[in-house]
């Protein structure tokens, strides 16, 4: 039987790895497309087989694509435009005038 972990020691985990929150903050753009593509694939009720067709992608490359690993950005244009979606380049920090 599986171990219930609490929050609180999860945090604690965390608070003695910080260089696992650095990756965590490192990838997290690569989190926010697989998420992305994530949400809209499921609202639309498409499994990873039926958006990788659309696509003309691998029911895998989809796969990874939601897992964050982003090996190619073809990849990702392919997925966005089959998903009707697109990408957003902005800031990441307001700039100072």
Do not use: C, H
Not at 31 to 37: E, G, M, N
Not at 54 to 76: D, H, M, P, Y
């Amino acid at each position: 039987m599986t171990k219930f972990v609490t929050m609180n020691e999860i945090a604690e985990e965390l608070e003695n790895k910080p260089q696992i929150i650095e990756e965590m903050l490192k990838d997290e753009s690569r989190y926010q497309i697989a998420r992305a593509i994530i949400a809209e694939r499921t609202r639309r009720g498409w499994s990873q087989g039926t958006l990788a067709r659309k696509a003309r992608l691998t029911q895998a490359q989809v796969s990874r694509l939601e897992r964050a690993r982003i090996g190619n950005f073809v990849t990702v244009l392919k997925t966005l435009d089959a998903l009707d979606l697109k990408l957003e380049i902005v800031p990441s920090k307001q700039r100072k005038v």
